[in-house]
């Protein structure tokens, strides 16, 4: 099992440009996450999903959107990046709630 | 609304002291608690987690965490530290119902010293 893997590990983008992270999951997990990691703020939940076909907005929503078009897989948009999107993304997945979530590697994003 | 709070930043220690390391929660309902673990360049890893039952939890890597309802508080401890456990921690909350939803602290990153 590969776990919870995340695409692509690091990129730049410009102010303005678009951008789409890919999240997938082989453990046939029913709950996806996706969090922004800042210094000195932990880790912020951006979206969630329940299961295939269904997302929900988490404390930081803003700027994000979401989909979970596979149960394997939950993709985090940036439709229009900011500097402020800079930050590292984690995504998580978990069976039956967030009482034992997986994270992945994490994905690291400059906006310039 | 509930929150974690990590009462210390940083923490320093030598290679074999015991360390705690500090969590309070705010919440007027029944939580789950957790404490994560998070290497250098990696993902974060879950240590341990009260559900219920007996206030003292063990985790891996021997660490464990007691939960006190009374302090609001839900503390991680190891007897003897090792340079490997040099990491990022996080505390983290969820509510008792179905939200779906972790609440997470700011971290504290241990720093193990030979």
């Known amino acids: 099992n590969a776990g919870v893997t995340q695409t692509p590990k690091f990129r730049v983008l410009k102010t303005g440009q678009s951008m789409t992270l890919l999240c997938a999951q082989d453990m046939n997990h029913e709950y996806m996450y996706w969090y922004r990691q800042d210094p000195g703020m932990g880790l912020r939940l951006i979206h969630y999903?329940?299961?295939?076909?269904?997302?929900a907005k988490g404390e930081v929503p803003d700027g994000y959107n979401v989909s979970r078009l596979k149960k394997q897989n939950f993709l985090l948009g940036l439709e229009s990046a900011a500097p402020s999107q800079t930050s590292v993304y984690f995504c998580a997945s978990s069976y039956s709630g967030p009482e034992t979530q997986y994270f992945g590697p994490g994905t690291r994003l400059l906006v310039l | 609304a509930q929150s974690v709070t990590q009462l210390d930043s940083q923490v320093p220690v030598f290679e074999e002291a015991p360390v705690e390391l500090r969590c309070n929660y705010s919440s007027s309902v029944s939580v789950y608690l957790f404490w994560y673990v998070q290497y250098p360049n990696q993902g974060l890893q879950l240590l341990l987690k009260y559900l219920s039952g007996s206030t003292l939890v063990k985790g891996i890597n021997g660490f464990e965490a007691e939960f006190n309802k009374s302090q609001t508080s839900f503390h991680l401890r190891k007897p003897s530290v090792h340079i490997s456990d040099t990491a990022e921690y996080f505390c983290?909350?969820?509510?008792?119902?179905?939200?779906?939803?972790?609440?997470f602290g700011q971290g504290t990153t241990l720093q193990v010293k030979p």
């Open positions: 983290a909350v969820k509510k008792g119902s179905n939200t779906g939803k972790l609440i």
């Open positions: 999903s329940v299961g295939e076909g269904t997302t």
